[in-house]
Structures are given as structure tokens and as C-alpha cells.
């Protein structure tokens, strides 16, 4: 028996097994190492099955020596609680370290060292790298879509604007941040609204755009004036009468027509497209979902049975049916069912489909905040004497979307994911435009570099977003 | 009766706009079809469909009708799924198991995994398998057989099928088996209950089912032999492999990117289950003696299940949903085939809609209702 004690390693006979193990845990790396690196191989002399399976062997015996266990040495003890803590997870330990250090090399060789980056046309790409050259020459469309190179800057204008505007609240100062959830809920929107289907449509809707700026920004610079009581009416109301007043009294369209003054060329909606559509299709279901969910949410809780049932069936007949289906709905079914001389735009009928779908999400979410507060709030609140909406307004619903904000923010990751589906309807966002750059005679064969290069917007866009509404989720736990 | 206007009045007033909405829609819907002379109806579904369907499991070709046209898409999608339930469920719990691992390297690697492919869209990763990397592999002529028999080539995986014979009293002896593993079971639970004895049920079962269908081939005369897929030449470049069973890439494609990124999803499911299974629980069962895996199968799991089950139904049923992409690779699936094809052959918007969106709806609705069947079997009895 103490002949096999010898070889067991122990306390005792530390430095032994500690040289020797981490040796051939060094060599079972070094081997896999310059192979993958170098493509030279040290025991090519070895049979091919057993040159093959010669590194785990090795390594799983190193650290088979080196799992001592308290034995004083910080960092091995440390390694071994991590990795190396019984023979199976050595095995998978060795594993993982082997795949990482095998497929670095042609991974890195495929992006940056064979890729080829310079020039603008399809010669430069011998190399047996990606062709980043493909995505440079392609940008504008991937970005923008088909929309014409002059104008694109009314889209980074518009983006930026609303991004300015949509920042606001991070540098509103006490006073002004009880209006915050006004303006975001009814002004910014309307802002958003008005730059996108105006400022980038351009044509003759622009004047309706700068009347609907000029209107805005009006009515907020009086807005300082009025007192608190008639904000909201005010809010509700004067913005569109200033918006009316300026499109039916002051005409400077005519300005336009005697040719003082230049107006912007017209963009059709099918014209758009590229990462740009993506975002703008997002924006809007985003702002639309939000309200139509919570109206069905508090439908489904309604002591209306009439309405809880049409709640519910809305509800469930949406999350029932795939994205797909309703577009298709949208595209060839819907048309019927609107009198022959009403048309609707290919783009707002999209965004109608995708808000009315993602809506009965944002339903179920939002309603299981609503059945997880206390029946005490509710209470409380009709104690007080307040009504319905008055007890939503301001005691549940803070509340209960506090809660749902994770829920909240992975059913609009999962809109922002489901955008490229608007292939269905012909409208190209990025995704599309990849599948079309991909079929052009000029540059075909480069399918990996445009997947690989949209993977790699996508998940920085939704792994940014996921992180925030992890951040807010903690900024937002209340002790409760 | 104490009917009151208020409580009345909204509720009126929400069915009369339901109603008027849906009244608009039919009355234009009835106008439009009148002026572009189309009738509603749905004869349309025993007329021959003169289209052909490129992967199915029934027999169909453009003779059959447009309704053989829906159940070859609706097979088709069914069985999609059914694949990618299979392999997401696999890889979605070992995902999830390991992400709990005390193994720094197989966290983090699990960690990795589950957040690169959850953040990316779907349809781009059924494009990039289809388009960038199925594309990659080599044509029929050149590919490698795997263990001899099956091949991987860009048209497709071929691998051999199974010819039985007597395959009836195959089928029965497995039957025969679950039966008597069932009856073991709860025969060793009962004596466990009164007597506390324990039977190796896990022994037994494997023996079982091995031995019963083994049984039936030495005795039952039942014969099993392969059609292993051969290459034939079509033209002079371009050549395919007969016999056997052929998948096509579309398939391959679908199944992989549903399944992995279905599998980030229940990945998250099972590692939330475990973890919402209290520290108490495990150290209580640890203290009244039971072994390491006694923990986990009698006090662990059980827990766990109640956790897990209800988020992955959900998942199931989004994989079901999503097998509807396959329209965007061309796989013949139910969108593809009647909401695609058909559409455009018999101009029955509405009616073709409407039976797709109801399929999926009835999918959706059965595979939620056998869940929760399951859910509230194992859900806790409250007192």
C-alpha cells in the first residue's frame, strides 16, 4: 500500500508534485500552443490518435498532481478551487483552455491579419481573410438604406436632435423635473414624431414639420408661464392650436412657390432603410407598445367583464400568432379592410403590426407587476378616497412598473431583435440590405463578412441595453 | 338587480367600438372584394394545387390539393420544431448547469456563450448558418464520409435509413417495456413508502429496455438493415447521393439557430430554477443524511422543475413561433408554403391568412394548455 501512498500527492511532498505537475500542465499548453500558432507539432512522432489525445493526458495528469488541497500556497490554492477541483472538472478545464487556444489563431487570421481593408473595389480581397473592404464600399447602404447620398444628413441631423432632446432629463435640474414625465410621455414623442415622418420625408409634409417645431417650441417657452394647475390641458391642447393657427394662417409655402426660399427634396418611405430604418422602426413601436400594453394590462384586471374579456382575447390572440404572420397580415390582409381610395403607408403599416404585437407582451408584463403588489396599496388608496384613475396614476402603477422594468426592457430587446423581419412587407433595414448587397454580381461571395459584421451592431446594441436596464433595475430597487 | 349606468356604461361603450371596428373592416372587406370580383370561401382548398413542395414528409406533388399543400407545410413545421425543442432543451441545460459550476473557465464559457448568441437577431443567425457557413462545405463529390456512412455536403445531410422488418413487434416490445419500467417504479416506490426498502429502479429500467427490444430480434424475428446513401452522377459536375435519408440545409440551418439560440433562453430558465431552490433545502437534506445526489434528485429537482417549467413552456412555444423564419430561407414550412405559395396562386388573402394565423394560434394554445396540465401536477398542494 505505501508504495502507491508514494505517488499521492500530498502536503507532504509539496514541491515534488508542484514542479512536476505544473511541468507537464505546461507542456500539454505549449504543445497545443505551437500547434496552433506555428502549426508545428512536438510529438508528430507519436501515432496520430495518440499525438492527438497526447496534451489532455499530459495536462490532466499535471493537474492531477497539483490539486493539493490546503496547501498553504495562495495562488495554487486558489487555482484549484476555480478549475481544478476533482478529475472531471480538470478534464472540461483542460478542455475549454485547448478549444480557446486552437481557435484564436483562425479567428484572428480571418479578421485582421489576412483581411484586407484598403482600396474600394472587389481586386484587394485575394487574401483568404474577411473582406472588410466589402462593408467600407457598402456603408452608406447599410447605414441608410437606399436613401439618396445628398440628403442623408437630414437622418444624422434627426438622430442627433432627438438624442440631444431625449437627454434632457439627465441634466433637468429640480425644478423643472416634475414636468420630466410629461414631456417624455406627450412633447417628446410628438417631437419624434414630427422630425422622422417630416424632416426625413422631407417633400411637402417638411412644413408641416417646422409648423409642428415652431409650435412646440412655442408652446414650451409660454408653457413656463402658465400656472401648474392648467399645465396639463395647456400641454394638451395649445401645441396643436399654435400648429393649426400657423399651417392655415401663415402661408409660407407660397414663399416656397415664388421661389424665395428652398425646400427639401421628397423621400419616399421605401427609400429607407439600412441600420437607420432599424432604429426608427424601434423608436416608434417603443413609444406605441408602451400605452396600448398598459391599457390592456389594467383591461385584463378590469372588474368590466366585458372588457376584461376583450382584454384577454386581444391579448392572447397576439402572443398566439408569430411576428411573421402579422406582417403578412399587415401587408396583404389589412389593405382589404380599409375603404379602396384610404391608403396607408407600407412603413406605418408595419409599425402599427409590430407595436399591436409587442403590445400584448408589454400587456402580460406590466400586469404581472400589476398582481404582484399588496392588495395593501390598493386598499390604502381607495381609503384615501381616490378613484380609479387617480389611485393608477399615482399609487400602482409607479409601483408596479418599477417592478417590471427587466420585463419591460427584454420585450424591447426582443423588438429591436425582431425588426429585420420587415423583410416581409420589402422594407430592407440592415439585414436586408446585406441579403440584397449579397446578391450583387460585382461583389459575390462575401455573405460572412455582412452577417458577421450586423452580429456585431446588434449585439453591441442589445448587450448595451441589457446592461442599462440592469443598471436601472438596481438604481430603481426601492426597499420594499 | 342593482344594474348601475356606471358600471354599464364602459363596458357598453368598449363593445360598441369593438364593434363598429369590426363591423368597418367587414363592410370595406365585402366592398373590395366585390369590385376585384373575388368570392370568399374556402373551396378553394380541395382544388389542385399544381405547385410543388421541396422537402416532405408526405407524399404531395402538384397534383394533390392545396389542402395536402397545408399539411406538408404544417408537417413540416412541426417537425422543425420538434428537432429544435429536442436539441435546445439538451444544450439549454447543460448551458444552465454550467453556468453554475464552481469551475471558473466552464462559468464563464457558459456565461459567454448565452450572452453572444441571446443578443443576436434570430434571422440574422439563420441567415449567417444558411448563406455564410452551410455554404462552406464541400459539393457532393467531394465530402468525406462520416463513420463511412453519412455525408455532409452543401446540399444537404445524407445518412442512411432504416429498413425494418417486422417492425410492429419491435414497436410493441418497447411498449412493453415503458409499461413494465412504469409498473416497477411505482411498485419500488410504494415498498420504499411502507417498508423502506430500496430497488435499483434505475438498473432495472436501462436492462429493460434494452433487453426487450433485443429479445424481439433474436426471437421475434425482427430485421433491421441500412440504405446507405450513394453518390450518382446527374451531369458531368454536378452529382447527389440516393438512397438513404436526405436533410436538407434549409433544415439544418433552422434547426441549429433555433435551437441555439432557444437554448441561451432555457439556459437562463434551468440556472434561475436551481438557484431559487434555497440554501436551507440543500443543507437540510444534507443534514439528515442523503448523498450528494440524493440532494439533488429527491429534495433539489423537484423544487427546481416548479421553477423552470412555467418560463420554458414559454420558450417552447417561441421556438414554435419562430420556426416561421424558415419562410426567409425557403424551407417549405407552413408561412412558406400556404401563406407564401398558395397566396400568390389563389389570391384568398384573407381566408389563407386567417387559417395560418389560426394554426399557429391552435400550436400555441395546445402546447400551453399540455403545459400547464404538467405544471399544475407537479405544482405543491397547497393546504
Redesign the interface.
Known sequence: MSKINFLKPDKSNLYTFLYLGSCLFFVSVLDVLLNSFFSLNLTGFLPGFLSFLLPLILGFIGLYFIRIELSGIKQLDLLN???N?NNF?AV??LL??FIILKSIPPILNWFVIDASFAGDSKDVCTGSGACWTYIKVWMRRFMYGMYPNGEQWRINLSFIALALLGSVGYFATDRFKKYLTLYYVVIYPFIAFLFIFFFISGGPVFFDFSYGIIAAILSIIIGFFIPSKFKFYYFLIVPFALYVLLKYFIFYEELIELGKLDGLNWVETGAWGGLSLTFIISFFCLIFCFPIGMAFALGRRSG????RY?SIGFI??W???????VL??SA??F??????DFFIDKLVRCIIAISLFEAAYVAEVIRGGLQALPRGQYEAAKSLGMGYWRMHIFVILPQALKLVIPGIANTF?AL??????I??VGLLEI?GM??LA?TNPEWLGF??EG??F??II??II??AM?KYSYNLEQKYKTDR | MNFKLKDIGPQLMTVIAVVLVFGFFTYNAQVNMENRGIDFGYGFLSQESSFDVQFSLIEYDGSHSYFRAYLVGLLNTILVSVIGIILATILGVLVGIARLSPNYLINKFAAFYVEFFRNIPLLLQIFFWYFAALRALPLPQDAEAMFGISFLTIKGLFVPAFIWENFNIFFYSIVAAIVAIIVIRTHAKKLQETQGKQTPVLLISIGLIFILPLLSFLIGGVRLSFEVPVLKQLATTSFIYEGGVSLPPELIALALSLSLYTATFIAECVRAGIQGVGKGQKEAAASIGLTQNQVLKLVVMPQALRIIIPPTTNQYLNLTKNSSLAAAIAYPDLVLVFAGTALMQTGKAIEIVSITMFTYLSLSISISLFMNWYNNKIAITEK
Not at chain 1, 304 to 307: D, G, N, S
Not at chain 1, 416 to 421: A, Y
Open positions: 478551487k476555480h478549475i477541483t472538472n472540461l478545464s475549454i483552455i368590466f367583464p366585458l372588457i376583450i392572447e390572440f402572443r398566439g400568432v408569430p411576428l411573421i404572420t403578412f397580415m396583404v390582409m389593405p382589404m379592410f380599409l375603404p379602396a430587446l429591436v431583435k425582431d425588426t429585420p423581419l423583410f416581409v439585414v446585406l441579403n449579397k455573405a460572412m452577417y458577421v450586423a452580429a446588434f449585439w442589445c448587450y441589457s
